[in-house]
């Protein structure tokens, strides 16, 4: 039976958990993920724990911060006045996804305070910092 190696695009199903056992994201219900391995479509964790594996074959593993969306990086935390933070006309919320235009291009934010006088925005990956552990599932090497 053939192994998955960098370069071969492979179908696979999975769970993504966090510590805790909350899922954050799967495919269950839904089309396996598609990929090339190697082709920095997924995290590099995620690539690498595939490599070797066989189709039907099911594996368990923990992607460290390193190897998924980095640690979080505090500078990346900023909280601004309020006046100066316009929505057009929508009222910031928590939680809230908003992107900033800068000259190199579009930066994804998330509201994490609000206060009557600042907002608070991270620019971190909503995932960076955490241990990720996934459930996979290959399904298919393609030819």
């Known amino acids: 039976m053939s192994?998955?190696?960098?370069?071969?695009?492979?179908?696979?199903?999975?769970?993504?958990?966090?510590?805790?056992?909350?899922?954050?994201?799967s495919s269950e219900?839904?089309?396996?993920?598609?990929?090339t391995v190697g082709g920095g479509q997924v995290?590099?964790?995620?690539?690498?724990?595939?490599?070797?594996?066989?189709i039907g074959e099911t594996k368990d593993v923990v992607?460290?911060?390193?190897?998924?969306?980095?640690e979080r990086i505090e500078e990346l935390v900023q909280t601004i006045d309020r006046g100066q933070f316009n929505l057009g006309g929508v009222e910031p919320?928590?939680?809230?996804?908003?992107?900033?235009?800068?000259?190199?291009?579009?930066?994804p934010l998330v509201i994490t305070e609000l206060t009557d006088a600042t907002v608070t925005l991270d620019a971190n990956h909503p995932l960076a910092g955490e241990p990720l552990h996934f459930s996979l599932?290959?399904?298919?090497i393609a030819a």
């Not at 219900?29 to 990929?35: C, M, N, R, S, V």
């Not at 599932?137 to 298919?140: K, N, P, Q, S």
């Open 43 to 54: 995290i590099p964790g995620f690539d690498q724990a595939l490599v070797g594996m066989q």
């Open 63 to 70: 992607i460290e911060p390193e190897q998924a969306y980095g």
């Open 93 to 107: 919320e928590v939680g809230m996804a908003i992107e900033m235009q800068t000259p190199q291009g579009s930066i």
């Open 137 to 140: 599932t290959l399904v298919e």
């Open 3 to 25: 192994t998955v190696k960098n370069g071969d695009t492979v179908k696979v199903h999975y769970t993504g958990k966090f510590d805790t056992g909350e899922v954050f994201d």
């Open 29 to 35: 219900g839904a089309e396996p993920l598609a990929f």
